[in-house]
């Protein structure tokens, strides 16, 4: 469908290459443990995760600060979950959180292998709205920085996704046009729709089972990549 007109692939890094669910669960069970919080893991994740959502929503839309996000994300659950919790301790949580997540470097399934598959034939790029200081450790630490031509981050833009600004930045830093370039991420208000409206074509990774739609072609797993390129 893309073959004879895509130059330049841009990714989504966390949800669509880096599994960020499985290594994130990882961190918490580690720091957990260091720091003697004594909450179920399981229970702690069934309400963490569609609160980090809702907060990076937040944070996406310029609501909150980075700041508020990592602390309210984790004070937020410790009360749902009815765990007292002080400040000082959230705060230092918030801290190891960040410092030990891009030790754990799990990519989903067959994220090499199209990697190897798409690098001869196109120039591979990264759109993210991750924190600059953590995702360029991600990348290097899961063995796929050299992959990449351009990396983009929100940080560095001043914006972040769906803003174009970020799309715009990612086209003049990787010398190409929107016409020939494709963007593949699991967030279809961040990724697809905010692509689309900057000109690009777009590939719905739909990790989260999301029900279907008609914005662009949806893919389940990465190794589909080669129907489209």
């Known amino acids: ?133 953590v995702q360029g450790r991600k990348l290097r630490n899961s063995n796929i920085h050299a992959y990449f031509d351009q990396i983009i981050d929100s940080e560095m833009a001043g914006v972040k996704k769906p803003d174009p600004i970020i799309f715009n930045l990612a086209l003049e830093r990787a010398k190409t046009r929107p016409e020939t370039s494709l963007m593949i991420g699991d967030n279809l208000e961040a990724d697809i729709l905010g692509a689309q409206a900057a000109g690009y074509h777009a590939l719905h990774f739909n990790v989260h089972q999301e029900p279907k739609h008609d914005f662009c072609e949806i893919i389940e797993d990465l190794h589909e990549i080669k129907i489209y390129l």
């Open 1 to 133: 469908m893309f073959k004879d007109i895509i130059t330049d692939v841009f990714f989504d890094l966390d949800h669509t290459l880096w599994d960020f669910e499985k290594n994130s669960a990882l961190t918490f069970d580690k720091i957990f443990k260091e720091n003697h919080i004594e909450v179920a893991l399981p229970d702690f994740l069934e309400v963490y995760i569609p609160a980090n959502f809702a907060f990076w929503k937040l944070y996406r839309e310029g609501r909150i600060t980075k700041e508020a996000l990592r602390y309210q994300r984790l004070k937020s659950v410790f009360d749902d979950l009815k765990y007292g919790v002080s400040d000082e301790t959230i705060n230092r949580l918030s801290e190891e959180y960040i410092a030990h997540l891009s030790s754990f470097n799990h990519l989903f399934p067959n994220t090499i292998s199209i990697l190897d598959y798409l690098k001869p034939k196109y120039k591979l790029h990264i759109i993210t709205n991750g924190f600059q200081e």
